[in-house]
């Protein structure tokens, strides 16, 4: 990456055309990179979760979830945004500093919000087989092994999450197939019957704000 930013801050060896097209690889490949180094990922995997387990289908859509997701993500990362804002992107904006420095500014503040979500078992993975032996401090962690140990880190938090959301459904479920067992009605799909309980059980608990505050107070 440093040696990326290194040719497109060399005006000397490089053409207008092509720093423009460099530019517009970054802005291509950057909502995907930053989904990976934001809450966004333990968002996303948990509300499809609630779906999934109350079996309404595509109820909430999927543009309603990825909303909801993004502006819960831009939430939580709020203070860190707040900080690369103000440490790397309006001074470079402002011409203060380089592209080159403008990123190692920006680095501290993400690879901490990282590191505290990442699992010591996943980052060391990463790590070994990059053959990086000796970590001293957060900044010998390179983002190359940082980024998949969080996002993996985050998929099995969220399927935890996801686990414990599905077990008071699961349990509706089993009780409606046996009742409709015992009364001789093998025909009819018990998912059918169990829907409307599912959907009266999340509103009266106010299932919601239950996920939505159990996902905050995660981070």
Do not use: C
Request: proline residues 6%; without cysteine.
């Amino acid at each position: 990456m440093n040696e990326f930013v290194e040719i497109f801050n060399d005006s000397e060896n490089i053409s207008t055309s092509i720093r423009l097209l460099l530019l517009l690889t970054i802005l291509s490949v950057g909502p995907g990179i930053l989904i990976l180094m934001t809450s966004f990922t333990r968002i996303i995997i948990v509300l499809s979760f609630v779906r999934t387990s109350l079996a309404t289908q595509q109820t909430p859509p999927n543009q309603v979830l990825i909303g909801l997701a993004l502006f819960m993500t831009f939430f939580v990362m709020g203070p860190t945004l707040a900080q690369l804002n103000d440490e790397a992107l309006q001074p470079l904006l402002n011409e203060e500093l380089t592209l080159e420095e403008a990123y190692e500014k920006a680095e501290p503040p993400i690879k901490e919000f990282m590191s505290k979500h990442t699992r010591e078992k996943d980052l060391s993975l990463f790590l070994r087989y990059a053959e990086i032996e000796q970590v001293n401090s957060l900044d010998d962690i390179p983002l190359m092994a940082l980024v998949p140990a969080f996002a993996i880190s985050e998929i099995k938090t969220a399927f935890q999450i996801g686990f414990m959301i599905f077990i008071p459904f699961l349990v509706i479920d089993m009780v409606v197939a046996s009742v409709l067992m015992s009364m001789g009605m093998m025909m009819l799909p018990p998912v059918m019957i169990s829907l409307p309980f599912k959907i009266l059980l999340f509103v009266l608990v106010d299932g919601w704000y239950l996920v939505v505050r159990s996902l905050l107070q995660s981070f």
